[in-house]
């Protein structure tokens, strides 16, 4: 909405926000800085992860990747990939706590695929009912719902289904809260959480099926589409797939009380979830006591045997495009 842009540009209000976003550039000089040290210590890094790549890729084309660019680069995944993984992972949590048979169904997944610790994303990216749980609880709690916004390109005007004509220029956005919970698209059952509607139905037509999956992908805009969709969208899929397959195999998990998690929609991203996912409380009913209160707590109970393990080993070669 370009008026309200223009109403709020330098009030205290949006000066919270900057300020706010002001810590990603800084964090990401940090990392930087340090991974030069200690680069600079061992003489050669044998470290392969984003950071390394980036690093690499200014040395390589220092043509087009300056300093400054470099510096983009490194600050954006931690814009764009902090906060959405946590709300997307605290989403899934709330979900499957909430529905038992959801929670049992999953358990006896994991319990009989024969997953090794940690998971390799090869193992868990095909396990149907992780990967619908997934899907369901992104469509139900769209993450980056009014991100993908849209111009309307120069030379063109934009004809809405009732009439209204949008000028070249104008900023247009879908809301994936509309989208998702379209009755026409998810079916009767659409404001419900229920994963099974990503999988072929008992009794269900092949082709019918094909279609049904067909426009409720076109709906889903988790990742939003086309060419401005979600880059880190495979970093993240392989982070919460195999974090999940692990948590679910590992512990018994359950909210800590059934209202603790609180959906507070499109402005999650900007309020108190990271506030609360990221504080250290001890004692779940501190929760209470937070500013901005408890945006989410599980209590969890091992299962089974569990070691921690170190970053080497949760590197995944495997995790390639799918
Ligand atoms: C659950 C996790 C995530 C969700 C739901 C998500 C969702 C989105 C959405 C909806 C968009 C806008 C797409 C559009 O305009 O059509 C977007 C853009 C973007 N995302 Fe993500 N994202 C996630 C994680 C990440 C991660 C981990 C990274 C990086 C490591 C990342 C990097 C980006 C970037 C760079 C863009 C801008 C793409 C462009 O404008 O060309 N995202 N994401």
Redesign the pocket.
Known sequence: MPSMHAALKGTPLTSVFEKRMGSFPRRARELIQNRRASTAVTASSTRED?LSQILQTKEKHPELVDERVMHGYAT???????D??T???TSIVYFVGRHRAVANKLRTELDNCGLEMPPRWSAVYKLPYLDAVIRES?RCH????M????GVPEGRVLTLPDGRVLPTGTAVAVS?WATHFDKGVYGADALEFRPERWLKGEGEDEDDYDERLRRMNKAD?????????????N???C??YKLMATLYSTFDVSLYRDHCCSMVGPLTMLTGTTRASRSRVEDPRDCSRQAGGCRGHALVTPRQEYREVGTSELMDEDATDD
Do not use: N, Q, Y
């Open positions: 984003l954006t995944p931690l814009l764009a990939g902090a959405t993984v709300i997307g992972l992104f769209p993450i980056g719902a991100l993908s916004r849209r994936g805009l988790t990742w939003g589409h086309g060419d401005r969709a979600c880059m880190g969208k970093i993240a899929r982070e919460m």
